[in-house]
């Protein structure tokens, strides 16, 4: 077994400074993750050249790939650290920030995007208060195992890391979204303003400027079925379409 582990990892002091790269090397120990390993980073910042230099920065929070705060690019790969376990990576190990958002610090991103576009699409379920409603309708089993696949999203990043068509110029509402959007057009009751939803995948930004590239459902760690989202939101998308010409 190796005594120790090389980890290449691209750094960015400040938002708007130049990235550049810088090689730790940590004792090995047997089944700890990425996560483990940047905390041994740590407690002893110090580079392979013997420098004392700042901490590394990153995003973590449930350590159970649950949350998706700790996505990045592990060896050109877009995953959650926790769950990269240093036996099955190859070394060294390379860690970059995702690409598609702007880099707060080394590795940690400002996802406000992704977050931004649940709210255009109004990825919630509605109320108008607080009294009490009564029992909500009966779900078949099979319409509970498609909405509750859809519900394991966790906002990660990893679908529009891996999308071409979204990127830092444009206002590609992205996979992750479109996705709610089929959720909550679901839901019994926020399905009461799904008309609004599809309007806003009819937005610039929305639906249209998907090119189908299905990187998406390869890069999910959840295994949602992205594109068929996509294409369930498609069709909602064009019998609104249909329907807004002949009201008109």
Known sequence: MPD????????????????????????YIPNSNVISCLMDIQANPENSKGEQVTPVVWECNCLEEVCGSCTMVINGK???????????????????????????????????RMFAALKKVKAWVTADGY??????????????????????????????EACPQYNLENNFVGAAAISQSRLFNMHPTAKNIADER???????GGIADCGNAQNCVEACPKSIPLTESIAEMGRQVSGKLWRNIFKA
């Open 4 to 27: 120790t582990v090389t980890f290449k990892i691209k750094r960015q002091d400040s938002e708007s400074s130049k990235s550049y790269w810088e090689t730790f090397v940590i004792p």
């Open 78 to 112: 877009v995953r959650q650290s926790c769950s990269a376990l240093v036996d099955q990576l190859e070394k060294p190990i390379t860690l970059e920030p995702m690409s598609k958002f702007p880099v707060v610090r080394d590795l940690a991103v400002d996802r406000s």
């Open 131 to 160: 009294h009490d409603l009564g029992p909500g309708d009966r779900l078949p089993p099979n319409h509970q195992e498609v909405a509750y696949k859809l519900s394991e999203c966790m906002t990660c990043g990893c679908c529009v």
């Open 198 to 204: 599809l309007d806003t995948l009819m937005q610039e």
